[in-house]
């Protein structure tokens, strides 16, 4: 027959389990401590709608209508829509995203 673990015993494994656990205060500082390494400076918002809409005004005139909504949807995202551009536009849009500071 297999043992039959006593009460106790597993009372003592959760108690252990609960002291390992880490306090809110000490997983904040954490968090904190690693959004506060540096990170690549990426230029502000601003900066990014005024080149993504001369990328268009360069290369695709036909679409420019469109860049309002598209900054909208990507706004606090500069860095993923610089990303998606170069994605879906190649080589034309990297090399100006890199000429204007844009390097992701």
Known sequence: KPRRRSKSTSSKTGSRRNSDKKTSSQKTSKSKARSTKSKKSFPEAA????????????????????VPGVLKKFHGKEQKLVRTLNRLYGDDAKHFFEAHGLTV
């Open 47 to 66: 900066v990014v709608h005024e080149v993504v809409l001369n990328f268009f005004q360069k290369y695709h005139e036909n679409k420019v209508s469109e």
